[in-house]
DNA sequence: TAGGCCATCTGGTCCT
DNA sequence: AGGACCAGATGGCCTA
């Protein structure tokens, strides 16, 4: 019941990931039977000690040892936590590495220009959002305009962004982009043709294309 | 050098 | 039991 990300059903190493996997060779992850939670743990450090874990060590007493099944010598359980962790850290991994490819689609398909620096994670997300509002604004518009074929005087100002967040374009970066020069309010901010496009609430369909956007 | 962004590790929780 | 998902912690890299 994963949902796949369309096309991406397998780990794609991205020019993103494949950028840097230090990947601190499994190896290397080394679990110190008594490190105290430190704030200057170092990197694949800590592991979890053997019973109490880096934080919040009561919990991990609790579990449960023993018992009436057949016994196992400390190595061995310490072999397998360490198995165990080894194989959720990898799957781990995976995970992001597949959100990733996600987040690389979607800026795929966002404009942008050549040579703007690559969103981040977070801008591409509120990008998405605010882009996605536009197009359905531009359909709209366009839909009155159809109907206003028929009917005489649609009026302005009439746009609604999805969430009851204000209705004119200059809140296409907002409300969740308002923060600093590397927000896409900072960064679209010099794409006239969108903000061009999109700063009056009176727009004739035919003045906002596509390309608009870019 | 501080701050932002990122990748990774880790333990907890929920679900199958 | 094991996997998916999540959030916290940490260190590295980069830039203003």
């Not at 230090?22 to 170092?42: G, H, K, M, N, Y």
Request: aromatic residues 4%; glycine residues 8%.
């Amino acid at each position: 019941m994963t949902p796949q990300p369309s096309g991406a059903p397998t780990v794609q190493v991205t020019r993103e990931t494949e950028r840097s996997f230090p990947r601190a060779s499994e190896d290397e992850v080394t679990c110190p039977t008594s490190a105290p939670p430190s704030p200057t743990r170092t990197r694949g450090n800590c592991a979890e000690a053997e019973e109490g874990g880096c934080r919040g060590a009561p919990r991990k007493l609790r579990a449960r040892r023993g018992g009436r099944s057949r016994p196992k010598s400390e190595l061995a359980l310490s072999k397998q936590r360490r198995s165990r962790r080894k194989k959720a850290n990898d799957r781990e991994r995976n995970r992001m590495h597949n959100l990733n490819s996600a987040l690389d689609a979607l800026r795929g398909v966002l404009p942008t220009f050549p040579d703007d620096a690559k969103l981040t994670k977070i801008e591409t997300l509120r990008f998405a959002h605010n882009y996605i509002w536009a197009l359905t604004q531009t359909l709209r518009i366009a839909d009155h305009s159809l109907y206003a074929l028929e009917s005489p005087a649609p009026h302005c100002g009439e746009l609604g962004s999805p969430g009851g967040s204000p209705g004119d374009w200059g809140s296409l970066y907002s409300p969740v982009s308002q923060a600093g020069s590397l927000s896409p309010a900072a960064s679209l901010e010099e794409r006239p043709g969108l903000l061009g496009a999109t700063s009056s609430a009176c727009l004739s369909p035919g003045t906002l294309a596509f390309s608009d956007f870019l």
